[in-house]
């Protein structure tokens, strides 16, 4: 079974990965607008909800970047594979995207719980 799993790793590791430039490997699934004021708070409440979920699978990690018009918060595996990517813009614009074949890793990968806490962040800061 670990010679199985070798083999499948060294094969992916020679694949090309999927980036938020592939807008067409990604998929909107849940958007909304915050106070501006609250944007910077929202992407701490993503990042800790993000790496909340994942204390387990050392694999998988979360990482949030700063970007000229906000924040960029996302889920990959191995630091590669984009799987979930939240862009959180300095006026209250807030959208999650998902990587379409997420489902399909491994058979097993579910992204709910990083759709949950992105819906618990928007319920807490968002613009009445």
Not at 2 to 16: A, D, H, P, R, T
Not at 63 to 71: D, F, H, S, V
Not at 84 to 112: C, I, P, Q, R
Request: with cysteine.
């Amino acid at each position: 079974m670990k010679f199985v799993v070798l083999i499948g790793l060294v094969i992916l590791s020679g694949c090309s990965y999927s980036t938020r430039q592939d807008v067409d490997q990604f998929v909107s699934v849940n958007k909304g607008h915050i106070k501006p004021e609250d944007v910077s708070v929202f992407a701490d409440c993503l990042m800790d909800g993000f790496r909340q979920l994942n204390i387990m699978l050392t694999a998988v990690t979360p990482r949030k970047e700063t970007r000229a018009n906000g924040y960029r918060v996302e889920t990959t595996i191995e630091n590669k594979l984009l799987i979930m990517s939240a862009d959180v813009l300095n006026d209250g614009k807030v959208e999650l995207f998902e990587y379409k074949n997420s489902h399909s890793l491994f058979g097993v990968w579910s992204t709910e719980g990083e759709k949950e806490a992105f819906k618990n962040c928007l319920n807490q800061h968002k613009k009445q």
